[in-house]
């Protein structure tokens, strides 16, 4: 499902928002490597490999399945934000269910990019007829909480020790779902 939408943000940037493609692999790359620089708050982190090209080109193909959208947020040409949601699995029993991701880099953070990109995404997530949109977030990231929460997602559960961090803490993780088309069938 295709998306490419200008918005202006509350500071008076011009933010883009569209679907990715292969060619914004590079950038990408670039893009991936500084947010999970910045931040403790995704699996991938500075204590792993950083990402390379072919990877992020084969992950950029599993985004061409129909029910998988990835978009990205760009100011000035550079991309700033995404946002992932992907089909849990093609079985039958788990095909209501989307997995969710989002970032934006921190110099961007506060300017309203990753709530223009969350009306967007729950509006696709809907038309791709999913029934909810599934994620995990650190107890500790209460700005995506807060995010979250004013999107209307609900806490569903809690994962003990979700991350082990680089000196040996560890962080819990809660389970947070936004139920969608609550009377259709996929
Ligand atoms: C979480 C994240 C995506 C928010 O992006 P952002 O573009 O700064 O968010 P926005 O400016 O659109 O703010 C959206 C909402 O976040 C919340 N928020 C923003 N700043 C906040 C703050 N300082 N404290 C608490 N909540 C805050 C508010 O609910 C805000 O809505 P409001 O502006 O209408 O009050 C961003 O901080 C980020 O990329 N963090 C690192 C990656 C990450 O944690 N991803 C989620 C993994 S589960």
Not at 59 to 66: D, F, G
Not at 113 to 141: C, F, P
Request: net charge positive.
């Amino acid at each position: 499902m295709k998306l490419n939408k200008k918005t202006t943000l509350k500071n008076g940037e011009v933010l883009t928002l569209r679907t990715a493609k292969l060619e914004d692999a590079p950038n990408l790359v670039d893009y991936y490597n500084q947010l999970y620089a910045e931040t403790n708050n995704f699996t991938r982190g500075k204590e792993d490999a950083p990402l390379v090209l072919k990877s992020e080109l084969e992950y950029l193909k599993t985004q061409n399945l129909p029910r998988n959208v990835m978009l990205v947020a760009i100011i000035n040409k550079t991309i700033v934000g995404h946002v992932v949601i992907s089909e849990k699995s093609s079985k039958m029993k788990l095909k209501h269910r989307c997995e969710f991701t989002i970032g934006v880099l921190k110099q961007h953070w506060g300017k309203g990019i990753a709530g223009k990109m969350m009306m967007e995404i729950i509006k696709l997530a809907t038309n791709l007829n999913y029934e909810q949109i599934d994620l995990v977030v650190l107890k500790s990231n209460t700005r995506a909480i807060e995010l979250y929460n004013s999107f209307g997602f609900e806490i569903t559960g809690e994962i003990k020790h979700s991350f082990k961090m680089a000196d040996g803490s560890y962080e819990d993780g809660i389970f947070m779902t936004k139920f969608l088309n609550l009377n259709k069938t996929v």
